[in-house]
């Protein structure tokens, strides 16, 4: 067990529609990621936040969105969804991104299907 | 830009056989991360190891074995007499040290099954 939690495990929905996934980092730390896993894509960085900010942001697309929010938890919300979103969501989380010796723990994951 | 290239797809052993996955980075950065997962049937990402580009020190732990290699930019994890419970798919993965690099960036990953 990492110590990151993420809710729903997994989630069925229909193209048009709109979800947000859930994230609660380790205690202590400060960054969280979200990255995509797709059959054709593989493991894709979507968006990084560090303490409420968001740091980095790689290819995600403009009907996706994220939030850390004060007490760290982050939240990802797909809007639109197509059905290739279909995909498992993984979100990492670690204590302090700027030193050498971290490392991104990640959680189970969500399972997200568009039918 | 970052890149990390597994070519092995997939590979198959038997059972107590030692198997070597390959791993091969590229970056412009001097200073950089290299890490291994581990991905079960079950899904989760599982951490294996951290190096860091200023230290080439090979890791052993365990069954599990790291070589890196700046000259060649590779960075091999072995399993030396593999069990069932390896059978996972593995990422090698790679990430810089200033903001906006702090992402990783994966490999394919390498399925590999062992067979009992």
């Known amino acids: 067990d990492s110590g990151v939690t993420q809710t729903p495990k997994h989630l069925i929905t229909a193209t048009g529609q709109r979800v947000t996934l859930r994230c609660s980092p380790r205690s202590g730390d400060l960054s969280v990621y979200w990255y995509q896993q797709s059959l054709d894509q593989g493991l894709q960085f979507l968006i990084q936040y560090y303490n409420g900010e968001e740091r980095a942001k790689g290819n995600i697309l403009e009907r996706f969105s994220a939030q850390q929010f004060p007490d760290l938890h982050s939240e990802l919300n797909l809007s639109s969804l197509e059905l290739g979103d279909s995909a498992l969501y993984f979100c990492?989380?670690?204590?302090?991104?700027?030193?050498?010796?971290?490392?991104?723990?990640f959680g189970p994951g969500t399972r997200l299907t568009v039918l | 830009a970052q890149k990390v290239t597994q070519a092995q797809t997939e590979i198959s052993v038997v059972e107590k056989e030692d198997v070597t996955l390959d791993c091969v980075y590229e970056t412009r950065d001097t200073t950089y991360y290299l890490f291994w997962y581990k991905q079960p049937p079950s899904g989760e990402l599982v951490f294996l190891i951290r190096r860091n580009s200023f230290d080439e020190q090979n890791e052993i732990s365990g069954r599990y074995s790291w070589n890196f290699q700046k000259s060649t930019s590779s960075f091999n994890f072995t399993i030396t007499a593999s069990q069932v419970v390896d059978s996972a798919v593995y990422f090698c993965?790679?990430?810089?040290?200033?903001?906006?690099?702090?992402?990783?960036?994966f490999g394919q990953g390498t399925r590999l099954t062992i067979n009992p």
């Open positions: 990492a989380s670690s204590a302090d991104p700027d030193r050498g010796t971290d490392t991104q723990y």
């Open positions: 993965a790679l990430r810089g040290r200033n903001q906006g690099a702090q992402k990783l960036v």
